[in-house]
């Protein structure tokens, strides 16, 4: 399967939508309720650009089969060496590699910009998604409990951490 990480473009927010909204809908790994525009989707993706985080999007035969990007961990100054990462494949991709070489291409910008810390926050039952954290080094540094409320149930979060120097 030959996958080209890039960066995004505008143009790809209506295929990183699709992703994003069946997220949104089916899972647990978004944790909005209702599902997002195109100019939403265009905002978060302008947003990153004018804050100097990456955005990129994995693409099979033309076709965008994932994003990743990261961005503010916290808003207090004294976290501006911390990025919150989100990696996303589409449903009919799973299990072929693309989140981690996504993920690996976020951890060589993160430490291009000289960050410190990257962080995943998981719900607690996506299991694949700590596993795939972990095999990547990333490290459970947290787990709070009922952060999150979804699908008319109380959801926890898990904190996943890598030190990127």
Not at 27 to 48: G, H, M, N, P, S
Not at 84 to 95: G, I, P, R
Request: charged content about 25%.
């Amino acid at each position: 399967m030959s996958i080209t990480i890039r960066q995004a473009t505008i143009n790809d927010m209506a295929s990183v939508l699709e992703i994003v909204n069946y997220e949104i809908l089916n899972t647990t790994a978004i944790w909005d309720y209702d599902v997002r525009t195109l100019e939403q989707q265009q905002a978060i993706f302008i947003e990153k650009q004018e804050k100097n985080f990456p955005f990129i999007v994995a693409e099979k035969d033309n076709k965008i089969v994932g994003f990743g990007t990261y961005g503010t961990f916290r808003f207090k100054i004294g976290y501006r060496f911390t990025v919150e990462h989100s990696v996303y494949v589409d449903k009919n991709f799973h299990s072929n590699g693309i989140g981690k070489l996504m993920l690996e291409e976020l951890i060589l910008l993160a430490q291009k910009q000289k960050l410190h810390t990257m962080i995943g926050v998981i719900d607690s039952e996506n299991k694949g998604s700590i596993v795939f954290h972990e095999k990547l080094g990333f490290k459970n540094a947290g787990h709070i409990k009922e952060t999150g409320f979804k699908f008319d149930r109380w959801l926890d979060s898990i904190f996943m951490q890598l030190i990127l120097e």
